[in-house]
């Protein structure tokens, strides 16, 4: 008799514990965001139209190779702005970068946009320091990490040239493949946050030139700050410097903003501005997106329909970058060939300087010190600005060729005029019909939603054969 009341009294508990356990998860599950608006907002259900730019990205592609990297090569163009493009990095998808001060909610803000939370390969949050690796997160057809190593051997993919930072960073850079809408269409990279009070050099890599290359790669940059964190020290300093002339692509956004009643997150918005306002030198004030971005609902009592609202502007921010994929890549390649030319242009005038000013007699390297140290003595730059289509506001610093000059000798470089092939035709003008002709008539293919027809010798079959401008008749 007693032990059947035991066993009744058991079985009572643990039906109550059941029930507990049931009303909690209950109560987490209500506690959870709508994320709807995100599939909404970004246009996840419908069709991804990458299937259509297949063409348009192989013409890219051709272009770039055959009017515009015989040049960058020619003149050593990469060892002037350590930028090589690889095939990788021309067929990518945007890349989404998040900086910040850390444990402000950038692992957080990736894993509600993906839905990642309570997930095995959730980005790992807390309160202290918790992301020390570069996590960048890509689409696969299954789950899995992928190690840096792994990342930087594969050529296919566009992370190839982080080797140089080597070994030590490639050990705090890893991956993550999943199958996801969103990373059909986009990338996401997430950094370890900003400390103050840390040395670069207890990073055991080169932390500024790693943001440095994963800034000059990104199509849009998200700034995250939260209310506690504010303060603006030598390192977020400096990232600032690295951010300069990339303005138009920062997104800064005050995250956690429920956590504060309605007067003191004005505040905290004012602050912010203060703290910023130095480094940002821009006339126009940034956007700073006010909300909080991580799965769990709002704080109550607060602005929760601005928040809302503030979050959706950011998501058709990060849409319009989904949507002008393809445009944006086409003036990338068109930007860079633009500076390639430049620099092309540059090195023949130096080349042709020196060889006027040698004589029999002449000392090479006095010679040369005399130009590098003064280029505008010998009209160096001045030279290249009556040339077309060339602004003052594209020339490179100065300073910038007497190092490039230091490891590569001025002989090592021939003339423009020398530069041609009866088959190939000649260099300057390959790039210049890229810029002025192939790569506009790429993107009105493209802004026009024609598909995009071949732009090399296939359309033509090369019937004619190339121009020696240079040749004598």
Same mark, same amino acid.
């Given at each position: 008799m007693k032990g059947t009341v035991v066993i009744s009294c058991l079985l009572s508990l643990l039906l109550l514990q059941a029930t507990a356990e049931e009303e909690k998860v209950e109560d987490f599950i209500s506690a959870l965001r709508d994320r709807s608006h995100i599939d909404e907002t970004l246009r996840l259900a419908t069709e991804d139209k990458s299937g259509d730019y297949a063409v348009a990205i192989e013409n890219l592609r051709k272009i770039y190779h055959s009017s515009i990297k015989p040049m960058e090569q020619a003149y050593k163009y990469n060892e002037l702005r350590q930028h090589e493009i690889s095939d990788g990095e021309i067929t990518s998808k945007p890349m989404v970068l998040f900086l910040g001060p850390w444990s402000v909610g950038k692992s957080s803000m990736i894993n509600y946009l993906l839905g990642m939370q309570d997930s095995p390969y959730q980005l790992y949050t807390g309160a $202290? !320091? @918790?992301? =020390? $690796? /570069? @996590?960048?997160i890509t689409h696969g057809e299954k789950i899995r990490s992928v190690e840096g190593i792994v990342m930087a051997a594969d050529s296919s993919r566009s992370f190839s040239p982080l080797e140089k930072f080597g070994q030590n960073f490639l050990e705090k850079l890893v991956g993550i493949e999943m199958p996801h809408k969103m990373l059909e269409r986009v990338t996401f990279v997430d950094t370890p946050g900003i400390i103050e009070n840390r040395k670069q050099q207890e990073r055991g890599y080169p932390f500024n030139d790693v943001c440095q290359w994963f800034i000059d790669r990104a199509d849009l940059i998200f700034v995250v700050f939260d209310p506690t964190k504010l303060d603006v020290g030598l390192e977020l300093e400096m990232l600032f410097r690295q951010l300069k002339g990339r303005e138009s692509q920062i997104r800064i956004i005050l995250n956690k903003a429920d956590n504060l009643a309605t007067q003191d997150l004005m505040r905290v918005?004012?602050? #912010?501005?203060? =703290?910023l306002a130095p480094l940002i030198n821009v006339t126009e004030p940034p956007r700073v997106y006010v909300s909080s971005f991580w799965p769990y609902d709002y704080a109550a009592d607060t602005s929760r329909d601005l928040f809302k609202r503030e979050e959706i502007s950011l998501l058709e921010d990060l849409n319009q970058v989904i949507e002008n994929r393809m445009e944006n890549k086409v003036a990338f390649i068109r930007q860079h060939g633009i500076r390639v030319r430049i620099h092309g242009l540059l090195v023949d005038r130096y080349v042709q300087t020196f060889k006027e000013k040698m004589s029999y007699f002449s000392d090479p390297e006095l010679v040369f010190k005399e130009i590098v140290d003064d280029p505008d003595k010998f009209y160096i730059f001045k030279s290249i600005l009556a040339k077309t289509n060339i602004s003052k /506001?594209? #020339? !490179?610093?100065?300073d910038a060729y007497r190092d490039f000059f230091g490891v590569n000798p001025v002989t090592n470089f021939k003339p423009l005029t020398t530069q041609c092939s009866y088959m190939g035709g000649c260099l300057l003008d390959k790039i210049e019909k890229a810029i002025t002709n192939e790569l506009p008539t790429l993107l009105s293919s493209i802004n026009s939603g024609k598909q995009p027809g071949l732009t090399s010798c296939e359309a033509t079959g090369c019937g004619e054969k190339p121009k020696n401008r240079y040749r004598k008749n």
């Open positions: $202290e !320091p @918790t992301t =020390s $690796e /570069f @996590t960048v918005y004012g602050a #912010l501005f203060w =703290s /506001f594209d #020339l !490179p610093n100065r």
